[in-house]
C-alpha cells in the first residue's frame, strides 16, 4: 500500500491542473439515439479546456457563458453546441458514423470497424456494468450474438463460463480473457475499469492469438488516465436477494416408507426403565430420508429431536406439514460493490487509480466473499517521442462458505439434502439447534431412538456452520510498456506483462457428524510472463493505405501447487489442522512449466477507404511438442469492401445509409498440456512403510501435432433509414482437425486412454445482431438490441482406423454420459430410454406395471439450437432505463434433482388423485396406485394401477425421464437511473446519478420450474447435467455514482 | 535521429535481454518439457506392492457375496434383483495386470533386467508376477468367460485385443503356474511383497493351491484334463492348515483398511442372507456368531435378510443381522487362498476318483471334508474340539459317499463366507447350494446370473473382437454359459 500511495503522489506531481474561473457547466452525452455515450471528450471551441464523459455519459466542464462546446467520441461525428446561459444541459453527438467507429482487435490494436473482414462485436461499458456484477460472464449474458453464457447457481460464489460459435473443439475450448494485453482469468476484472469489451468470435480473428485464441477472445480494454482536472468518482451498490425458485414440494406426506405408523415397543434389555412409559407412541421412520411416510395429519407422534437430552425429550408433537421448512432455510444475501477513481493528468502524464471492494453473501448463513482490487494506470510521456506507460492491478479475493456442487455421498451439497433426500414434515427452526449438549450433533435422520447417530445426513446447519471451505487468491497482473515513435510513421514497442497468481484454500468436515472428519490445505502459484515486442508503420500512398505490425513474444508459463488433507480421522475432535491426521497425511505436489515464443505479424492494405485486404501470420514454437516439431504457423486473411462508398445517390442512401461485405479465413491451433509425450509411473498409496507404483496407463504418441481449427466466415453489415436500423449477420464454418484427445481405449489392452491427433468437428451456424431505434423524439429515445444465434456441431471422424468412435466428455450422477459420437452432434447423451411400442405408441410395461427400456439410446444433444439475448432501452430526460433478456432454445441436461424428487416422493406430482379419485399414494388394491395405460411385451394393451412408490422409483436408472429441455426465456437484468441535475445546487459534485436495479429479476418461461431448476445457470460448467442444482436468487439494489 | 534509434535499439535489447536470457533459439527449450515431480522409471518391487493391494479386490466383492446368498441387501436391491448386468475388469488390466506385465517385461528384457535387481533377483521377479498374473487371470475369466488374454496389456502396441477362449486362456494358466513355481532362484528374494514375504516356498504352495482348485473347475467342460492337473498340483503340495491360508493382512488405517469395514462406516446396506443363515441353523452350525452379529433392536436371535426383495419397507436398520463385527475391523485380514477351499477340492477330487486308481476313494475324501470343516472353524475363530464333533456327526453334516459333493459344496459355501464369487463359481460348477433367485428378479431369464457382461467399453472400442466373441461365446447376458460352466 505503500508503494501505491508514493506511486501516486508521484504521478499527481506530474500532472498539470488545470485552472479556470468559469463556471460548471454539466449535463450528459448522448447518441442520436438517446442512449449514454461514455468517455466523449468535450471541449470549449477556441480554448484547450476539456474534459471526458464518465461511463454513463456524466461531466461537467468549466466554461464562459455563450461559449460553444464540441463533443466528440470514437465512431461518432463531432458535434457542437452553444451553452448560452444553461449550466445544465445535455449534449447529443452526431451519428454513428461507419467510417469513424474504432473497435478494439487482436493485440489491443484500434481499427475502423469498417476495415475488418471479420465479425466482432463490442459490449459498451454501460451495457456490461447495467448492474455492476462481479465478473464477466454474467455481464455479457444475452448481450453477444454467438456467445452463450454457461452460467452458475446465482446461490453459489463462482464464476460462469462462457462457449462461443458452439463447440469449437471436442473437448470443448474455452475463450480468452484478454485485458490491455494481458490475458487473465474471468474474475479478476473490475469491471468498473472497463471501457469496452469485445468478443472476436473466430479464428479469422484470433489467429493472431496462435495457440491462445481457439476459443475466441474476448477483449477488453480498461480505461486510462487522461488529459483532465483531477477528478474523483465513488460508485457504491448495494443489492438484497432472496431464493427466488424452490421446486413444487408437495405437503401431503411425511418421511418414511409406509403410511403405517411404527410404535414405541418398551424392551427392558435395552430401554432404560422410564422409557416403559413412551410404549405405543407413534414413531417416524427416523433413518430414512424419503416422503412415503404417514400422512400429515397432525397426528401425535416422536420426532427426531424428541430423543435427545433436553427440555424436547419425550415430547409428542403433531406430525403436521412445514411447506416453507426449505424456503425458511434460506435467508437473505447482501452484495455491495464500491469502488472510487482519482483520475487526471497533463501533458507530460496522466492517471487513473482505482479502488474496488465488492462483498457479497450466499442466502444460507456462514458464508461471504469479499474482493479488493486495486488498479493504477499510468504514462508518463519522457520526450515527445518516448512514452512509460504502465497498468498493475493486484486481487484479494478472501471466500468462505460456498458449497459442494453436484451429487456428492458426505453431505456437503445442501441442495441435494432438500431436493432429493428429506422429510417433507421437519421444522426447520428446530434443526437450527444442531449441537448435542450430550457430545456431537443432533440430526432428523436419526439411526434409532437408542441410537442418536446420523444414518445418511447430517443436520444442515451443522453442514454450514461446522463444515465448510475457505479460499483466498492473491493476484498480481498488468504490464510496463515502453513506445518510442522512431519515425513518423513507424511506432515501436516492448512490453512486459505479467500475471501472477498465489491461492490456497482449507476445508473440513467437522468431527461428530456422519463422515469421519477430516480437513486439507492447498496453495499453488500459477501464472505467466511475457516479454513482448511490437512495431508498427502506416503509411498512405495516394489511393492506397498500408498498415503494417510485426511482433514477437515469449511466454513463460509455470503452475506449483502443494496440498496435503488429513486421513482416518483428526486425532483431537475439531482441531483443524494437518498435523492432527490419525494415519499418515496424503500429500500432493505438482509443478509444471510452459514455454512459447511466437513471432507475427499483421497487415491491412486498403484503396480509397472502401477495399480492405487483411492479414495475419503467427508463428509458434512450443516446449510442450516434440523438439523436432514443435513449429506451428497460423495464417488468416480476409476481405471487407463498404460498397455503399462507391454509389452516390442520396436517395438510395437515405434507405441503406451503410454497406458493408466482408469474408475472411482463418486458422488457429491448439497446443498440448507440458509433459505429454512420456509416460511416468504414479506413485500410489503406500502399504505401512512399503511404497507402490502404478504403470502408466496413458499412451502417447512421440508424433503429436497441435490441432488445428480453420474458419471460413462471410457477413455483411448494413445500416438503414440514416442508422435507424442497423444488421450485423455472419455465416460460419469452423472445422477442428487433428484434435489432440485422450482417445478412452478399452482397458484389456492395459491402457486408459491414447493421445492422438484425431478427428474433425464441425461447427457451423450464423450470428444475427439487429439494432433499432423505433421511436426518436426531443426528449425520448428508445433503443433495441437483438442478438440471436444458430450453431450446429457435428462430430465428422474420430480415428475410425483405430476402430475409435466416440469420446467421452462425461457422466451425470445416475444419468446417461454425454459423448462425442462420430456421425452426432457434440455433447450427445448416450443412456437408456423407455421401450415404445411402434404401433401404439405406449409405453412397454411389464404386468406390474414397471416400464421396461433398452439401454445406449441416443437421448439428444447438450448443445441448444437458438441463443441470443435482447437489449433495450428507454431514455426520457433525465431518466433512463435499460433490460436485458436472454433466451435459449433447445439443449438438453440431465436432472439428478428430477430423479430424486420423484424417487423420494418430495414433489408434488407424487401425490393427488388418480382418475378414479383416490389417493395415487393409497395402495392399488384400495383403489390407489399410478395408472399406467401401455401395452405388455407381447403388444397386448393394459392398464395397471401401480403403487406409487415403485411406479416413482421405477423410473430410476430410465434416463430419458429426467433428460430436460434447457429453453429458457429470462429478463435478466433491469434498471432504472436519473440523473440528478445536481449543479443547479452545488459546485462541488459535478454529477449524481441514482439507479435502481434488479438482478435476475423474472424467469419468463422454463420447462424445468417445477424442479426448481434455472436452465441458465446450471452447476456443471459445460451445462451437462446437475446434480443437485443450488436455487437461483433474485436481488434488488440501488447505486449512487458521484463524481467530484 | 540515428542517435534515437540506437538508443531505442539498445533498450530493445535490454529489455528483451531478460527474456530471451539462457534461451539461444525460438525454438530450443532445453528440459522445460520434463516434470520434475513423476517418474519415467518404474521401480519394480513398488510395482509389485502396487499389484498386491488389489488382491482383497478378488475376494471381497458385495455383488460376489450377493449372487451366492452369503448376504442380502438391506435397502437397494439392485444387485440381489441382478438388476445390472455389465461389470468392468477394468481396474484389474489397467492396475495390477499391468503393473505386474511391467515387472516380467523389465526383468526379461536383457538390458532393463540388470537395472531391476533392486526388487528381487530377475528369476525370483518373473516368478512371483507370472504367478499373481494368472491369479488374477483366473479371477477374471471365471467372472467373464472369454477375455482378452494373449493380446491383452500391450497398450499402445495393440489397442483392440482379442479374446482368447476360456479354454486357452485356462491352458495357459496351468502352463505358467507350473513354470514359475519351477522358476525360483537362490537369488534375492523378491522385494515389497507384503503378502508372502518373498518367501518362494510360500509362492510356490500358493501356485499349486490355485492350480488345484482350477484343475477341479474342469469337472463338467474336461474332466479328463481336469483330472491330470489336479494330481500334478496335489503331488507337488498345497496348503492343508488354516496357518497355512494365504491371508491379506489390511492395516488399522484408512488406505488399507478392510473394505467390509469401510461399507459399514456410514451405511447398512449388507446383511447375512436370511437363505444361508436358515441353512446355518438347520445344521446348527457353530460358526454363526462369527458371520453374523445379533440385530441391535434388543432381539435375542440372529435374523437374516430376505433375499432379492423388490422393497425392503418395513424391515428397520437395526432389525436385521449384519455381518459379524470380527469380520469387518479395520484391520481384518482377508483369506486370498483358503486351506478349507483347497481341503474341500481335494475332498470333491476324491469323491470323482480323481486320483492314481481312477475310483472314487471316500475314504479319504472324507477325511478332507471334517479336516475342510476344522480349518473352517478355526479359520473363524470358532473350534473347539468337543463342538467340533458333535457339528460333524449330525447325519446333516456326515459325510455320505452318496451326495458327497451335495455335503462337501455346503460346506465350502460355508467355508468360503464373503468371497463369493469363488462361491458363486463353484455353485455354477456344482449346482449347491440350492439357490433360489428370489421373488423378484431382474435378470434376463428370472434366473442367477452365469456370468457377468463385458464392460461397455469393450463394445465401444473393441467391436470387431467384441463381435466375434459374441459369435464363439454366445450372446454378452448373464445367463449365458461360459466354458468352465458348460454342462
Known sequence: ?1044 | MKRQIITFATLIAVVMGVGFTGCTKLTEFEDTNVNPYASTVPVTQNLLTGALRWLPATVNSDVGAIYAQHIGEVQYTDASRFLGINFAYTDFYRGPLLNLQKIIDFNSNPETAPTVVGGGSNANQLAVARILKAYFFFHITNRWGDVPYSEALQQGDNLTPKFDRQQDIYTDLFKELKEAADQFDSGAPVEGDIFLNGNPDRWIKFANSLRLIMALRLSKADPATGKIEFMDAKSDGVIMTDAESFRYQHLAETANQNAWYARYLTRFDFAISEPFLDYLESVNDPRIPALADKPTDGNANYVGMPFGLASTTGIANNSISYIGSGLREQDSPEVIISAPHVLFTLAEGEARGWNAAGTPDHVAAAQYYVEGIRESMKQFGTYDAASFAAYIAQPEVAYTPADAIEKISYQRWIALYLNGYEAWMEWRRTGFPILDPGPSPLSIDGEIPRRQAYTTLERDLNLENYNSVLQSQGPDEVNTRIWIDKP
Request: include cysteine; charge should be neutral.
Open chain 1, 1 to 1044: 500500500m505503500r508503494k501505491f500511495s508514493s506511486l501516486f503522489t508521484v504521478l499527481m506531481m506530474l500532472c498539470t491542473i488545470a485552472f479556470s474561473q468559469n463556471r460548471t457547466v454539466s449535463g450528459r452525452v448522448t447518441d442520436a439515439s438517446g442512449n449514454a455515450v461514455p468517455f466523449a471528450t468535450i471541449t470549449v471551441k477556441g480554448t484547450t479546456t476539456g474534459v471526458a464523459a464518465d461511463v454513463d455519459g456524466n461531466f461537467s466542464i468549466e466554461a464562459p457563458a455563450n461559449a460553444v462546446l464540441i463533443v466528440s467520441a470514437a465512431g461518432y461525428t463531432a458535434s457542437e453546441t452553444n451553452i448560452g446561459n444553461q449550466t445544465t444541459l445535455n449534449l447529443t453527438l452526431g451519428a454513428q458514423s461507419n467510417l469513424q467507429e474504432v473497435v478494439v482487435t487482436a493485440l489491443g490494436i484500434s481499427r475502423t470497424k469498417k476495415s475488418l473482414p471479420y465479425s466482432s462485436q463490442t459490449v459498451s461499458a454501460s451495457e456490461l456494468n447495467k448492474i455492476r456484477p462481479a465478473d464477466i460472464s454474467s455481464a455479457l449474458a444475452g448481450k453477444v450474438s454467438g456467445l452463450q453464457v454457461l452460467g452458475t447457481p446465482s446461490s453459489n460464489f463462482g464464476e460462469g463460463n462462457v462457449r462461443i460459435r458452439g463447440a469449437a473443439s471436442l473437448t470443448g475450448a474455452n475463450p480468452i480473457y484478454v485485458v490491455d494485453g494481458t490475458v487473465v482469468n474471468l474474475n479478476s476484472v473490475n469491471l468498473d475499469d472497463v471501457e469496452t469489451l469485445t468478443v472476436l468470435k473466430g479464428p479469422s480473428a484470433t489467429a493472431i492469438y496462435g495457440v491462445r485464441g481457439s476459443g475466441g477472445v474476448v477483449l477488453i480494454t480498461t480505461k486510462k488516465g487522461r488529459k483532465k482536472a483531477p477528478a474523483v468518482t465513488i460508485n457504491s451498490l448495494t443489492e438484497i436477494g432472496n431464493v427466488s425458485m424452490l421446486p413444487d414440494y408437495q405437503n401431503e406426506y411425511g418421511g418414511g416408507y409406509s403410511q403405517d405408523w411404527e410404535t414405541f415397543e418398551y424392551n427392558p434389555a435395552v430401554h432404560p426403565a422410564e422409557w416403559a412409559a413412551f410404549e405405543g407412541q407413534k414413531l417416524v421412520d427416523y433413518g430414512a430420508d424419503e416422503s412415503w411416510g404417514p400422512k400429515l395429519d397432525g397426528t401425535l407422534h416422536r420426532s427426531a429431536y424428541s430423543w435427545y437430552p433436553g427440555d424436547k425429550f419425550g415430547q409428542l408433537t403433531p406430525f403436521s406439514p412445514n411447506p416453507d421448512n426449505v424456503k425458511d432455510f434460506y435467508e437473505n444475501t447482501i452484495r455491495l460493490n464500491n469502488n472510487i477513481v482519482f483520475e487526471g493528468g497533463g501533458d507530460v502524464a496522466v492517471y487513473r487509480l482505482s479502488y474496488n471492494n465488492r462483498v457479497s453473501t450466499l442466502p444460507f448463513p456462514n458464508t461471504r466473499k469479499e474482493d479488493n482490487i486495486f488498479s493504477i494506470r499510468g504514462a508518463v510521456n519522457v520526450s515527445p517521442k518516448l512514452t512509460i506507460s504502465s497498468n498493475i492491478n493486484y486481487l484479494n479475493i478472501q471466500q468462505k462458505g460456498d458449497r459442494t456442487e453436484g451429487y456428492t455421498n458426505d453431505g456437503q451439497n445442501i441442495a441435494q439434502n432438500f431436493n432429493q433426500w428429506w422429510q417433507r414434515q421437519i421444522d426447520i427452526n428446530e434443526l437450527k439447534d444442531y449441537k448435542n449438549p450430550a457430545g456431537g450433533f443432533k440430526t432428523w435422520n436419526i439411526r434409532s431412538p437408542i441410537d442418536a447417530r446420523p444414518a445418511y445426513w447430517d443436520n444442515v446447519y451443522y453442514q454450514i456452520y461446522e463444515s465448510f471451505r475457505r479460499q483466498w487468491q492473491n493476484r498480481t497482473y498488468g504490464d510496463i510498456t515502453v513506445s518510442y515513435d522512431i519515425l513518423k510513421d513507424l511506432k515501436a514497442s516492448v512490453i512486459f506483462r505479467a500475471n501472477v497468481l498465489n491461492y490456497g484454500g482449507d476445508g473440513r468436515i467437522a468431527s461428530g457428524g456422519l463422515e469421519l472428519d477430516r480437513y486439507n490445505i492447498y496453495n499453488g502459484q500459477t501464472g505467466e510472463y511475457n516479454y513482448e515486442f511490437l512495431a508498427e508503420y502506416k503509411k498512405s500512398f495516394g489511393d492506397f493505405g498500408w498498415e503494417q505490425f510485426v511482433g514477437g513474444n515469449m511466454r513463460k508459463d509455470f503452475r506449483r501447487e502443494n496440498s496435503a488433507a488429513t486421513v482416518g480421522g483428526l486425532s483431537v475432535p475439531g482441531l483443524y489442522s494437518i498435523t492432527a491426521s490419525v494415519d499418515r497425511p496424503a500429500v500432493g505436489n505438482s509443478w509444471s512449466d510452459y514455454k512459447i515464443n511466437s513471432l507475427y505479424a499483421r497487415g491491412t492494405f486498403d484503396y480509397k477507404n472502401f477495399l480492405f485486404i487483411d492479414y495475419s501470420l503467427r508463428n509458434d514454437w512450443s516446449s510442450a511438442l516434440p523438439a523436432e516439431d514443435n513449429s506451428y504457423l497460423y495464417p488468416s486473411i480476409g476481405m471487407s469492401l463498404a460498397f455503399t462508398d462507391l454509389i452516390d445517390n442520396a436517395g438510395f442512401k437515405n434507405v441503406l445509409s451503410f454497406g458493408k461485405l466482408r469474408a475472411a479465413y482463418g486458422r488457429v491451433g491448439s497446443d498440448l498440456d507440458p509433459y505429454q509425450l512420456q509416460a511416468t509411473y504414479g506413485l500410489g498409496t503406500p502399504y505401512g512403510s512399503n511404497p507402490t507404483m502404478g504403470a502408466p496407463t496413458t499412451v502417447f504418441d512421440p508424433n503429436i501435432k497441435p490441432s488445428l481449427s480453420s474458419e471460413y466466415e462471410v457477413g455483411a453489415e448494413l445500416q438503414f433509414f440514416k442508422n435507424r436500423i442497423g444488421l450485423d449477420f455472419s455465416l460460419y464454418r469452423k472445422d477442428g482437425v487433428d484434435q489432440i484427445l485422450p482417445l478412452t481405449t478399452t482397458p484389456s489392452s492395459g491402457s486408459s486412454s491414447v493421445f492422438i491427433n484425431a478427428g474433425l468437428i464441425r461447427s457451423q451456424g450464423w450470428d444475427l445482431i439487429l439494432n433499432a431505434t423505433p421511436v426518436q423524439g426531443r426528449d425520448i429515445r428508445w433503443n433495441v438490441q437483438l442478438n440471436l444465434a444458430k450453431n450446429e456441431s457435428e462430430v465428422i471422424d474420430l480415428d475410425t482406423t483405430q476402430n475409435l468412435r466416440s469420446y467421452l466428455l462425461g457422466t451425470a450422477a445416475f444419468g446417461p454420459q454425454v459423448q462425442s459420437r462420430v456421425g452426432e452432434k457434440w455433447g450427445t447423451y448416450i443412456g437408456r430410454t423407455q421401450r415404445i411400442d411402434e404401433k401404439t405408441g405406449l409405453p412397454v410395461i411389464n404386468s406390474a406395471g414397471a416400464f421396461l427400456s433398452d439401454p445406449n439410446k441416443n437421448l439428444g444433444s447438450a448443445l441448444p439450437d437458438y441463443t441470443g439475448g435482447i437489449l433495450t432501452s428507454v431514455d426520457y430526460k433525465n431518466f433512463s432505463f435499460g433490460a436485458t433478456f436472454s433466451f435459449q432454445k433447445g439443449g438438453q441436461f440431465f436432472s439428478t434433482s428430477k430423479l430424486f424428487l420423484l424417487y423420494s416422493g418430495l414433489h408434488e406430482s407424487t401425490v393427488g388423485l388418480n382418475d378414479k379419485g383416490n389417493p395415487v399414494r393409497d395402495d392399488p388394491s384400495v383403489g390407489g396406485g399410478v395408472r399406467v395405460d401401455g401395452v405388455l411385451a407381447d403388444g397386448t394393451p393394459t392398464t395397471v394401477y401401480r403403487e406409487a412408490q415403485s411406479y416413482y422409483g421405477g423410473l430410476f436408472g430410465i434416463h430419458n425421464f429426467f433428460m430436460e429441455d434447457a429453453s429458457f426465456f429470462k429478463l435478466s437484468e433491469a434498471r432504472v437511473s436519473y440523473n440528478v441535475p445536481v449543479t443547479n445546487w452545488t459546485k462541488t459534485i459535478k454529477n449524481l446519478n441514482v439507479s435502481v436495479f434488479a438482478r435476475n429479476p423474472w424467469l419468463i418461461s422454463a420447462n424445468t420450474k417445477t424442479w426448481g431448476i434455472d436452465p441458465s445457470e446450471l452447476e456443471n460448467d459445460r451445462a451437462f447435467y446437475e446434480g443437485g442444482q443450488l436455487p437461483p436468487v433474485r436481488s434488488y439494489g440501488l447505486n449512487v455514482s458521484v463524481g467530484f
